[in-house]
C-alpha cells in the first residue's frame, strides 16, 4: 500500500482554502509553510531522541512521533500545493540515507532551499524514507493523518 498523494493533496487544498478565509490571508503562504515544515521536521527529531547523545534515555517516543510526522505531511502536502507539484506524477519510492541524522539533515537542506517541484519531490521521497526508518507503517500514518484532519477541522470551527 502507498500514499494516496491525489487524496492527500485534495484534502489539503480544502482545509487551506477554509484557513484562509477565515484567517483573511491574501499574500503568498509558501515561505510560510516551508518554515513550518522545518519547524515540525524539528519538533519531530526531538521525538526521535536518537541525536541527544547526551541523555541516558535516548529511546524514541514513538506516539509523539507520529504526531509530528503527520504535522510534517500536512506541511508537506500545502507546500507542494503551492509549488504546483502535480501529486500523479509524484514517484513514490522512498530515499533513505545511511542513518537517520543524515536523513534528517539533508531534509532540512532540501526543504530550506525547495523552490520547485522537482525538489519538493525529492524532499518528500526523503520523508518517505525517514518515516520507515523511524519503524512507521503507512497504516498508522494513514489513520493518524485522518484524525488529524478532523482535529484541524474542529479547531477552524472553534475559531470560527
Known sequence: MEMDLRTLFRK??????????????????????????????????????????????????????LEEYIDCLHFFASTGLMLKVDPGAVEMRAIRLEDTISQFRE?????????????????FRLFLGLGGMLGLTQVE????????????YQRLGEEG
Open 12 to 65: 489539503q487544498h480544502e482545509l487551506n482554502r477554509r484557513i484562509i478565509k477565515q484567517q483573511g490571508l491574501q499574500e503568498d503562504l509558501t515561505e510560510n509553510q516551508k518554515l513550518a515544515l522545518l519547524v515540525e521536521l524539528g519538533e519531530l527529531a526531538n521525538e526521535w531522541r536518537g541525536f541527544k547523545v547526551w541523555r541516558s534515555d535516548r529511546s524514541p517516543r514513538r506516539l509523539e512521533m
Open 107 to 123: 531534509l532540512f537542506q532540501i526543504i530550506a532551499g525547495m523552490e520547485t517541484a522537482e525538489d519538493w519531490e525529492g524532499a
Open 141 to 152: 500514518i494513514e489513520a493518524a493523518h485522518a484524525r488529524k484532519h478532523q482535529i484541524n
